[in-house]
């Protein structure tokens, strides 16, 4: 059963969280030294100032109730997602998969763009059925009873997908996690998920590096991601004691997801509002808040490594159906060269972007929406 669903948040929530980010005890953080080991706090005192006294959650949630929002129970989680019919007579059914620390926001902004390409300057005939899902244990879904990884994800979302929603085949795109979950779609489901377009890099070949070329690629990677290592081994490893901290600090929160929005996009002078604007960043923090779901949301980390991390197995690659890679040049996770990405896809189109990073959908909406649109064009 699929039941309508619309996002109400109390006043008693919304007060309870704004009077935690306006008592926070800021004589008591020590100078940072500005972003260099973590969130600065000249920024997180600013956007902490605004939140109190200018954000507006209920523009948010307005935007979020502008689309048809649903929730269906599978696996016995309840799953929430937005689902917006194309234009014309044959939209083709799109899947947009989120990831951490995402959430639905991130993609309310380009839904009408691929679901009504005609009032955007582009053809009825491209337009898309867009359906966007919050992860289960994000957001608005409800969680499972212990952690689940990305591929656990990809079975729930192709039984939303066909069996739910009865469509016999569809896209999936997605970036961060929901390029895991495309992936793995793509691998588990090809009948049913017959394209994939991701702007990630986020699996790998069981076989490692083969070439010269993606040997130095490989030691490269791992050198840069030191500096990353510290959320992600703490997020797959004991999700719980960071928990703790988290459900009672909308500060704490802020500060944990505003350091990886700065670090992994594509800004300008070290500027993260030369990307984002503090509504945009606070209105994703806010899902984590208002839902309680900060908690959850860090599981998937935990369930990938049970899942057996990122490598996807061996038989069954490269994976068969037709993929799109966009390679935005700022993606933190550094792409593989081509040579080692066919391994793992069957690559039928590669573009290079000339700006953005990790959080595609918000940072070049437009470039991203075209590109999913020529794919689909292609296949």
């Given at each position: 059963m699929i039941k309508p669903f619309k996002v109400n948040i109390s006043e008693e929530t919304l007060q309870n969280i704004y009077l935690k980010v306006k008592n926070y005890p800021w004589h008591e953080m020590p100078d940072d030294g500005g972003w260099s080991y973590g969130t600065n706090l000249e920024y997180m005192k600013d956007i902490s100032n605004y939140w109190v006294e200018k954000f507006n959650w209920k523009t948010t949630q307005e935007k979020i109730n502008s689309f048809k929002n649903f929730k269906t129970k599978i696996n016995d989680i309840d799953i929430h997602f937005i689902n917006e019919k194309g234009s014309g007579k044959n939209p083709k059914p799109l899947l947009l998969c989120h990831?951490?620390?995402?959430?639905?926001?991130?993609?309310?902004?380009?839904?009408?763009?691929?679901?009504?390409?005609?009032?955007?300057?582009?053809?009825?005939?491209?337009?898309?059925?867009?359906?966007?899902?919050?992860?289960?244990?994000?957001g608005f879904s409800g969680r499972s009873s212990r952690p689940i990884g990305p591929r656990k994800m990809a079975s729930i979302f192709n039984t939303l997908m066909t069996n739910k929603l009865g469509y016999q085949n569809y896209i999936s795109q997605g970036g961060d996690y929901g390029g895991a979950i495309s992936s793995w779609l793509g691998y588990d489901f090809p009948k049913t998920c017959v394209a994939i377009h991701i702007n990630i890099l986020i699996v790998r070949h069981p076989d490692g590096p083969q070439?010269?070329?993606?040997?130095?690629?490989?030691?490269?990677?791992?050198?840069?991601?030191?500096?990353?290592?510290?959320?992600?081994?703490?997020?797959?490893?004991?999700?719980?004691?960071?928990?703790?901290?988290?459900?009672?600090?909308?500060v704490g929160v802020a500060a944990w997801i505003i350091e990886k929005m700065r670090s992994w996009s594509d800004i300008e002078d070290g500027n993260i509002e030369s990307v984002y604007s503090k509504d945009t960043l606070l209105s994703n923090i806010m899902i984590y808040l208002v839902t309680k779901t900060f908690n959850t949301a860090s599981w998937i980390y935990y369930g990938r490594r049970e899942e057996g991390g990122r490598s996807l197995p061996k038989e069954g690659l490269p994976i068969k159906i037709p993929t799109a890679i966009a390679k935005f040049p700022k993606e933190y996770l550094e792409w593989a060269p081509r040579s080692y990405v066919e391994r793992i896809y069957n690559v039928k189109r590669w573009t290079e972007m000339s700006k953005g990073g990790h959080f595609a959908a918000l940072e070049q909406p437009d470039v991203l929406v075209n590109d999913i649109i020529e794919f689909s064009k292609e296949i």
């Open positions: 990831g951490w620390p995402g959430s639905i926001f991130e993609f309310l902004h380009i839904i009408d763009k691929l679901a009504h390409p005609e009032k955007f300057g582009g053809r009825e005939e491209d337009a898309f059925d867009v359906v966007v899902p919050s992860l289960p244990g994000f070439t010269e070329e993606e040997n130095k690629w490989e030691k490269k990677f791992i050198k840069d991601q030191k500096i990353e290592d510290g959320y992600r081994t703490q997020q797959a490893t004991k999700p719980q004691t960071l928990s703790y901290s988290m459900m009672d600090s909308p």
